[in-house]
């Protein structure tokens, strides 16, 4: 990751010290004095400017465009404010500022910029910050405590728990903003995704209270629910089914499966017989036909994934919606199609900086640090007259996103660029992968528009995770 340090004081040289080597620093400051020796010092700083960090001309000369955080850290106000503004203006979206002046803060929070008040942990907040920007947290020193704020993001496994949960030793939840009204939580009260938290606890707990809320343990498919849902429609291969079923729970944490079959099935208790799993399995067979049964059992809230052969639907419906992207619309949890392409070693994400594709993303992430597999990303570019905007405006755009999404994760993705019809393009890179897992954003389609999610879905030759809530 670039980052564009304007200053180079004290809370500059603290914070180079805290930041690791796969950060590229560039600083600027009119006084040579100060940067001398900083590049022997520090081995991420990449260079240094002698020049006015307010001045436009210097900012451009620098590339401050092509960087990912820009910092404005000299000691005035007015300087810091110049910077922060030319900086928004060339399209940086992670701004922070040294506010000397509480009067000023209005100002910075104007033009989209983060401002940080006071000296003592100033460094150690930056460096929270630039840790992961989706939590915004900050911390201030208290004497011998800190007081922290965090967003509550909808992956944190405190979701749907108490406020007991987040009564530690070393922290305690004080209070919660809801909705702009300030709550006193009492043990019971149930926090909720969007609700910031305001937080207690022992100097330098950042770490351990992140690892804590995401409790550092996969939570794909945890995170919808704890069971899995097998439904055998007819046509299907029951027993390589099972096979892959079997390969993702005994790779995540699962803790029971329900088989979903028809009477005209026959008995599968043999094929299940052969399942190494200690989890409990519980069949229902239904009358007539299981596609049938789907949306109504695929709606109950313990299941985290169903999985099932492709299929489609008749004629008729399949004109008036897309078969499998509508059925994942449907249901409460994430749609497995699958084709018996496991072990899952490479997984395919389309990706157009959509919150579903980043969500999708953010699940492709999870699996692969349970299956120990790869991720790679792709970015299909559209002609302008499709898309209607220019192309390497919007590729600039989605690829930066990827590599924000890239640090945030803390993962390596390969990036393969592509150009033309996305279901073709996607279609064709899937045959190298064991799963793709792509986000859905809309459930119907055109009059006489095809669904470019359902025929992704439909053509890819590997087995796809389908994620629309």
């Known amino acids: 990751m670039k980052v564009l340090i304007c200053g180079a004081g004290k809370v500059t040289r603290h914070l180079l010290a805290r930041l690791g080597e796969r950060w590229l620093v560039t600083l600027i400051d009119k006084s040579e004095a100060k940067l001398q020796g ?7 700083v990449q260079k240094m400017i002698a020049a006015d960090g307010s001045s436009p001309v210097t900012l451009d000369d620098a590339g401050v465009a092509d960087f990912d955080y820009v910092l404005a850290l000299t000691e005035n ?8 503004d030319h900086a928004g203006s060339q399209g940086v979206s992670h701004l922070l500022a040294l506010v000397n002046e509480e009067e000023n803060k209005e100002k910075f929070q104007k033009i989209g910029a983060r401002p940080v008040l006071g000296s003592t942990m100033l460094a150690k907040s930056i460096h929270h910050y630039l840790q992961d920007p989706r939590i915004n947290l900050m911390s201030l020193s208290l004497g011998q405590a800190e007081i922290m704020e965090m967003d509550v993001a909808d992956h944190f496994q405190v979701v ?28 019971e009260t149930v926090m909720e995704v969007g609700d910031r938290l305001v937080i207690v606890g022992q100097p330098d707990t950042f770490k351990a209270l992140c690892t804590h809320l995401e409790c550092g343990v996969p939570h794909f498919p945890l995170g919808y629910g704890p069971d899995l849902l097998l439904a055998l429609l007819p046509g299907s291969n029951h027993e390589e089914l099972i096979k892959e079923t079997m390969h993702l729970a005994q790779n995540t944490k699962v803790k029971s499966l329900t088989v979903l079959s028809s009477k005209e099935e026959g008995d599968i208790q043999e094929t299940l017989g052969t399942w190494t799993q200690t989890i409990d ?41 897309p078969t499998l992207i509508s059925l994942a619309h449907s249901i409460s949890c994430p749609l497995l199609v699958a084709r018996q392409t496991h072990p899952y070693e490479r997984i395919l994400v389309p990706f157009n900086a959509t919150n579903m594709a980043e969500v999708a993303l953010g699940i492709a992430v999870d699996l692969a640090r349970q299956f120990a597999a790869e991720v790679a990303v792709t970015v ?12 390497e405006e919007w590729t600039e755009t989605v690829s930066k996103r990827v590599r924000e999404l ?9 990036v393969i660029m592509k150009r033309g019809n996305p279901v073709k393009e996607v279609v064709a890179l899937a045959k190298d992968f064991n799963l793709m897992v792509m986000g859905s954003t809309t459930r119907e389609k055109g009059l ?22």
């Open 448 to 469: 006489f528009s095809p669904h470019v999610g359902e025929h992704m879905a439909q053509d890819v030759p590997c087995s796809v995770l389908i994620i629309a809530k």
């Open 77 to 84: 106000d007015k300087v810091n404010l110049a910077i922060c």
């Open 380 to 391: 299909v570019e559209e002609p302008e007259f499709i898309r209607g905007v220019e192309e």
């Open 38 to 44: 900083l590049t022997f010092k520090f081995q991420n």
């Open 406 to 414: 890239a640090h945030i994760h803390k993962f390596h993705f390969e």
């Open 281 to 321: 399995i519980k069949e229902v067979t239904v009358e007539g036909n299981v596609e049938d049964y789907l949306e109504k059992i695929g709606s109950k809230e313990n299941y985290g994934l169903m999985v099932l052969h492709p299929f489609e639907a008749s004629l008729l419906v399949s004109l008036a919606r």
């Open 160 to 187: 749907g728990k108490g406020a007991a949960s987040l009564i530690n030793e070393d922290w305690r939840l004080v209070a919660i903003l809801r909705e702009n009204e300030l709550l006193f939580p009492n043990p």
